[in-house]
Each structure stands twice: as C-alpha cells, then as structure tokens.
C-alpha cells in the first residue's frame, strides 16, 4: 500500500450493520436500506479499486468490481467484521476481509460489490 498520507483518505465511507431475523429455520441476516442499517458515523478512507470482472450466471452477465478501502484504526473501524458492509461512492460493498496495517495504525477492507 506504500507510506501513508492523510491526504490519501479522500473518500467517506458508511458501513452497514444487517439485522439477525429468525425465518422459522435459522437465523439470518436481513438488510433493509442503509438509513436503517447505518453503523456509527461517515467514515474518511482511501479507495482502490484493484480488479473487476464479469460472469455469467442463470443467463445474465454480473460485473462485480473487489476493492480495497484503508481506514484509520480506531475503537469503532476495529468492531467492523466480515458480516458487515459499506457503502461508497453509490456502490454498496460486502465485506471480504479485513486486515490490519501496522500496530492499530491503518485497516486495509477488501470488499465487492455488483457493477451496473
């Protein structure tokens, strides 16, 4: 990811929280929109887009695009788990992994999410 500037987190990201609901077999996560599912504040990140692709599936092209997002370390970036998503830039992103950048310096996000 090379050296760290503060300049560099020049995109604000929303993570979203799902709600565990009980369908009668299992519990699951349900989303709803991101007003409602919306976890804690805007959060500033750095935004690289390191691949996408297109597959086809049931007869339809999907184009899913990975990402990786850096984001301070904080109490609150520390509490986001795979479980959860993000939102940027329009695109809403599930979570695929997290992994910390230096001793509770930065957290690198790897997500994706469907391209139109």
Known sequence: M????AGSLDRR???LRGTLTDN???EVLKWTDP???ALGDLVWAERTDVSDQERW?????DAVITTRF???SSNFSRSITPKDRLVCDG???????????GR?????ITASAQAD
């Open 91 to 101: 695109l809403t992103f599930d979570i695929v992994g997290i992994k910390e950048i």
């Open 13 to 15: 990201v929303q993570f």
């Open 2 to 5: 090379g050296e760290f500037r």
């Open 24 to 26: 009668g077999f299992n």
């Open 35 to 37: 007003a409602t599912d």
């Open 104 to 108: 509770r310096d930065r957290l690198e």
């Open 70 to 72: 850096v984001v301070r």
């Open 57 to 61: 599936r049931a007869a339809n092209v």
